[in-house]
């Protein structure tokens, strides 16, 4: 698993720098410090080791279990903003997830987290948090759409190093078409949630 997570590392932080189509076995294989032997161990291509990345992408760590399931939501789009300027794997997989020749051979992550989030919605609605028109599937697209386009528009902004408040900003401006508004005034979107996510995961057991 040591050396699964260092190929892995090396991977996201070649793709970062040269792209899927400038990054090579023999680079990641150098920044990992190991032999192609190992590499080829686990990872039989330059296609897997991408697929590797972008599975790591989808994750909910750190979010823990929320009286209200759309806070679960709101924390799991924090979390992740948090995160993402902080964690070459999470990066990479964003970069790898929009690259068209990357999506001709690989799986990107998009499904399984509108999966996800969909599952989150759906019991949300099923205690009443949502407004009634909110479909939980096409909810959960609109999301996790919305969350990628922020995140990659702030990349290449002058003003949009801080991924985490402008996704509080989305979420304030979706969560009311989404939300009843009993649970709506309830909703912790403030720029530093998902910092105490994080951090919360940290100091977990």
């Known amino acids: 698993m040591r050396t699964r997570r260092r190929l892995l590392d090396a991977a996201a932080s070649t793709f970062l720098e040269h792209g899927y189509e400038g990054a090579s076995i023999g680079e990641i294989t150098h920044r990992a410090g190991l ?102 599937g096409r909810t959960a697209r609109l999301v996790m759409s919305s969350w990628t386009g922020v995140a990659l528009v702030l990349d290449g902004v002058p003003d949009g190093n801080d991924l985490e408040h402008h996704i509080g900003t989305l979420l304030d401006h979706l969560l009311p078409s989404i939300a009843v508004p009993a649970v709506l005034a309830r909703l912790d979107t403030e720029a530093g949630r998902g910092a105490r996510v994080a951090a919360a995961a940290q100091e977990a057991p």
């Open 35 to 136: 032999t192609r032997g190992a590499v080829y161990f686990h990872f039989a291509s330059k296609e897997e080791l991408a697929q590797g990345v972008l599975d790591e992408a989808v994750t909910t760590e750190g979010v823990r279990p929320q009286i209200l399931k759309l806070q679960e939501v709101v924390d799991a789009a924090m979390a992740l903003a948090y995160r993402l300027p902080r964690e070459p794997v999470l990066a990479a997989a964003l970069r790898l997830a929009v690259d068209n020749g990357v999506r001709r051979s690989v799986r990107t992550a998009w499904p399984e987290w509108i999966e996800l989030l969909t599952g989150i919605l759906e019991d949300a609605k099923c205690r009443g948090e949502t407004l009634p028109h909110v479909d939980a």
